[in-house]
């Protein structure tokens, strides 16, 4: 099947004003391509600002500004009209009890079928890249087991109350696992049905990176938690196991090299994970890294619970495991060192004014 390319035509981006939408226009713009960048409110200047001043940057690409809500069937015709590919990052979060999981499963669902029929209606579009999440490969598995794309979340469930569609607001993130599980199998059941397009999956972890504007830093979001461990207060999210990181913006162009690389074919997946151990670390080493980069901070450190548990286990979680091998392998992606991620991390929150920093 033919692949995506600036010369086929337009292409759109749905959750184009999010962390990693906005990352994924800033790329394509790059490659010169003409984004359709899809929000729910292009009037609204802390979403939209950021996306307009790409025209400015002096790029090959340009990016137009559309407003579309994934849960508002048939927002989605006119943008995708003659497009040749989608990118579909939007989705319904929970990020500052924005959405309670039942409406997180149900804004995933609901909203990709509704983008879904728009892509049929266009009739124009190769493939369709769906920003799908780690969340939807990792399983019960025991300590230091390495996933691969081949994993999905609903392995080795089989004796697991909280895997079902019950009671989802009891259940706390396992609502927007099954929502990612569920979305990726729909979309590629109907682009097999379809014929006219292939879906693929982009599966992302903990995510970092230069923040591109203020709507970026979203309540406990990973970037969010680094912000106040650079302010001198404790890290408070993951800190009983690893932060596996990965670079926003190797993210976003592997989001591009799906679309435009002849590899893929429809149901393939591709976390985006640390590229090897240096990127799997616990937050004593996130610490200690941040104290490198930013000297001039006092930067928080481990929770009073830390220590507890290495003294009753000897060493955090060992988990989660999991490289962006095959990303590297089949799209020829490049990645940024974990340094720099993390540097761009904070510089980009103290620039924007996001954070007042902790000095020493």
């Not at 979340?153 to 019950?166: G, I, K, V, Y």
């Not at 970026?216 to 596996?244: A, P, T």
Request: contains cysteine; glycine residues 10%; hydrophobic residues 35%.
């Amino acid at each position: 099947m033919p692949h995506v390319s600036p010369y086929n035509g337009p292409v759109a981006v749905t959750g184009a004003s999010g962390f990693i939408g906005s990352h994924v226009v800033a790329t394509l713009v790059g490659r010169g391509y003409q984004v359709r960048a899809c929000i729910t409110d292009p009037d609204n200047p802390v979403k939209a600002d950021h996306l307009r001043a790409m025209n400015d940057d002096g790029q090959p690409g340009r990016v137009t500004l559309h407003k579309a809500n994934l849960l508002e069937e048939g927002s989605y015709e006119a943008p995708l009209a003659d497009c040749c590919g989608l990118f579909h990052v939007g989705t319904a979060m929970a990020y500052g009890g924005a959405n309670n999981p039942q409406q997180v499963y149900d804004g995933a669902v609901s909203g990709t079928e509704n983008v879904m029929r728009s892509v049929a209606n266009a009739g124009t579009i190769k493939r369709v890249v769906y920003t799908s999440s780690f969340a939807a490969i990792m399983n019960p598995r025991p300590p230091g087991y390495v996933y691969t794309e081949k994993d999905w979340a609903s392995d080795n469930r089989e004796n697991d109350p909280n895997w079902s569609l019950e009671n989802l607001n009891d259940k706390g993130e396992t609502g927007y696992a099954m929502a990612k599980v569920e979305t990726e199998r729909r979309l590629y059941r109907m682009a097999e049905k379809d014929g006219r397009y292939e879906a693929v999956s982009i599966n992302p972890i903990v995510v970092l990176g230069p923040l591109l504007g203020k709507a970026h830093d979203l309540v406990f979001s990973w970037q969010w938690f680094l912000g106040r461990m650079l302010r001198g207060k404790d890290c408070e999210r993951g800190w009983q196991h690893l932060w596996n990181i990965a670079d926003v913006r190797d993210v976003a162009e592997a989001h591009v090299l799906a679309a435009e690389s002849e590899v893929p074919r429809n149901g393939d997946r591709y976390q985006l994970c640390a590229a090897d151990e240096s990127g799997e670390i616990d937050c004593r080493q996130l610490q200690a890294h941040l104290l490198e980069l930013f000297p001039e901070l006092d930067v928080g450190g481990a929770p009073e619970g830390y220590d507890k548990m290495i003294a009753k286990h000897g060493k955090v979680y060992d988990a989660p495991r999991a490289h962006c091998d095959k990303a590297r392998k089949d799209l020829g992606l490049r990645t940024h060192a974990i340094d720099d991620t993390l540097r761009e991390t904070g510089r980009t929150l103290i620039d924007l004014g996001l954070i007042e920093p902790k000095l020493k």
